[in-house]
């Protein structure tokens, strides 16, 4: 793969970002209050060290509501001192450390892609495993490294949980106001080439802001405000989907037919706007109300072609390979091999992404072992290492989602300088053996990256569709059975509403990986998306929603599309012909009842949306 000047652009700039001040004093807080605690308490860095890798708990959910943030804290605590405890046991050992390091990179990498922890990921639970290895192999005691590893992520939790206590409502007010400037511009949208892009933003933040939400409580104030964010969503999917099938979308019908959802509420009636609450408050907040189960998620994680099954595969086959390389050149610890495989690989997204990436973070970890280099040559005293270390995991927060590979620079000789002191390591020669390692470990993850995933690049595509269709599925199924307002279909829709979604995510990153190879199921994959929201709108419709038997009818095709195993070779115009013929019965209405305001649109055949026909495969392209 040749490295074009757009992505070395790409490497070097600095994306957008929220602010991050707050969460980089508090990561440096958690470091200084470890660090500096150690040494004040026993006279010596090496117990600070080994609490400052408890102290990576701080980096997890800063800007999630308080009760879900203290979960994940405490959780992440346990994962991390977990780790500590099994690198401690298992470096001693020799060998047996490179399957147990493979072993904490996989289930990392799988839970974090999971729950969608976002940043750090899975990266410091491989350095925390390494560096508690490390010094358990120079002498340490295992119970001694995780009862300070516990420490650590204890005061973490404590300082982590500090800013809600100052403003308890601030995540759920940030977000709230995040979904309304979306939803506003998803209002306004008035071209159609952009409209799936609009909608997906407007989607993603009002999903986001119901997690948030819903996370801290589901306080009145902030449902309230998400309702009518969700009522106005609503408002443009339903007079979207009465577009789509000839039937004005009462109660948000438009009799110039080209007024914006914003428009068309200022004008209704008292009247009207009393009518628009048939649409029950249930059924408008329903679908993004917060996040699916984590064992429902985790479940999904699972299943064969999944794509965080197969970033989870790629993280511990390259940490096996890197760390068992490292073994090979006699290098006794090679955490740091694993932690670089990891490194490169645990974010997942494309393979020419995830390869820029690595060579951005290459490059970046040579740049900062030559930074620990110059600081080791310096021999700063403890009280420097201290004010070092915070400066150095504040520049990380700030810079790690603006761009990772200048985050890299910093976390180098971060972990390296914890290392050095928690296993009383000779820093002199620590920069040269770690230059290998890190060679070691991006060879493996380039290897493993590119090896994997490349005989059926469709099997992501297909397994995400098949999420979709089966939350198509249990959709219909409520709407036949008039099953509109129960928990489990509020459930079903939630999870639907979720699928389509990461589907729209799945299914831009396989295009850019295989090309031609998938575009016909990328093609199908559009349709069955465009199919999802069209189900979801009419179940908002409160006249759409009453056709029974016309829901009943359209589950048929995809018993069929069920009927055949993701695992299994199938033709894609063989799936888009069954999506379509679900289309299809859902898109004819020849008998629909009037309203005594609304025109008569009995025996109306809605032709199909001719935005739609650049997503279909050729294969499909015929007569049904």
């Known amino acids: 793969m040749s490295v074009s000047r ?40 090496s117990a600070g060290a080994l609490a400052s890798l408890g102290a990576f708990t701080v980096l997890y959910g800063p800007t999630t509501a308080a009760r879900w943030r203290l979960r994940l804290m405490i959780a992440v605590g346990v994962g991390l001192v977990t780790t500590a405890a099994i690198g401690a046991l298992t ?40 560096v508690a290895g490390l010094s358990a192999s120079h002498g340490t005691s295992p119970g001694r490294i995780v009862a300070m590893v516990a420490l650590g992520a204890v005061l973490a939790t404590a300082i982590g949980m500090s800013d809600v206590v100052l403003d308890p409502q601030g995540p759920q007010r940030q977000a709230v106001e995040a979904a309304e400037r979306a939803i506003t511009r998803f209002e306004e949208a008035d071209d159609p080439d952009s409209l799936d892009e609009v909608r997906r933003a407007a989607s993603a933040a009002l999903h986001r802001a119901w ?33 789509r099938l000839g039937i004005s979308p009462h109660p948000w019908e438009s009799a110039a037919g080209n007024e914006t959802a914003s428009d068309l509420l200022a004008l209704q009636e008292p009247t009207d706007r009393a009518r628009a609450g048939r649409v029950e408050r249930e059924q408008i907040r329903d679908t993004s109300l917060g996040r699916p189960a984590a064992s429902f998620t985790l479940r999904r994680a699972l299943e064969p072609g999944s794509e965080t099954r197969l970033v989870a595969g790629r993280v511990a086959a390259a940490t096996l390979l890197g760390s068992a390389a490292a073994m090979l050149v006699q290098n006794d610890h090679p955490y740091w091999a694993a932690a670089t495989a990891t490194l490169v690989l645990h974010q997942g997204g494309t393979r020419r992404g995830q390869t820029v990436r690595g060579l951005q973070r290459f490059v970046g970890t040579l740049l900062g072992l030559a930074l620990f280099a110059a600081i080791s040559v310096a021999d700063p005293g403890p009280v420097a290492v201290v004010a070092l270390v915070a400066a150095l995991q504040f520049v990380i927060e700030v810079m790690i989602v603006r761009n990772y590979g200048y985050a890299v620079i910093a976390i180098t000789p971060l972990a390296l300088t914890i290392s050095a002191h928690a296993s009383h390591s000779a820093q002199a020669t620590l920069a040269a053996d770690r230059a290998l390692d890190t060679l070691l470990g991006v060879a493996a993850a380039f290897l493993v990256l590119w090896c994997s995933g490349r005989r059926r690049p469709e099997l992501p595509l297909r ?44 299914a831009r990153r396989v295009q850019a990986d295989a090309g031609d190879r998938v575009a016909d199921y990328h093609a199908m994959q559009r349709s069955l998306t465009d199919l999802g929201y069209l189900v979801l709108g009419a179940a908002w419709n409160p006249d759409i929603r009453g056709a029974r038997d016309q829901f009943a009818a359209a589950r048929a095709p995809l018993a069929h599309i069920l009927a055949h195993p993701v695992t299994e070779p199938r033709d894609a115009a063989d799936i888009a012909a069954k999506v379509a013929a679900v289309e299809a019965v859902i898109t004819d209405w020849p008998d629909q009842p009037d309203h005594p305001d609304q025109p008569d649109h009995r025996s109306v055949r809605v032709e199909p949306d001719p935005r739609r026909a650049r997503y279909r495969p050729h294969s499909s392209r015929r007569s049904e």
């Open 6 to 45: 757009t992505d070395v652009r790409s490497a070097l700039r600095l994306a957008p970002s929220p602010p991050r001040l707050k969460i980089a004093i508090k990561a440096a807080a958690a470091m200084t209050l470890t660090l500096g605690g150690g040494l004040a308490l026993t006279g010596s860095l």
């Open 91 to 130: 470096a001693p050992l020799g060998w047996i450390d490179v399957p147990a390091m493979a072993l904490t990179g996989g289930v990392a990498a799988l839970l974090c892609q999971a729950l969608r922890l976002g940043p750090p990921g899975a990266l410091f639970f491989v350095l925390v495993h390494g």
């Open 211 to 243: 997690t948030v939400v819903t996370d801290g409580g589901s306080a009145p104030r902030w449902t309230d405000r998400l309702w009518g964010a969700q009522e106005r969503y609503i408002a443009v999917t339903a007079r979207l989907t009465g577009a």
């Open 463 to 506: 397994a995400h569709g098949r999420r979709v269709v089966r939350g198509l599925d249990h959709v219909l199924a409520d709407l036949a059975g008039g099953n509109v307002e129960t928990r489990a279909a509020r459930e079903h829709r939630r999870r639907l509403y979720s699928d389509l979604l990461e589907t729209d995510d799945v």
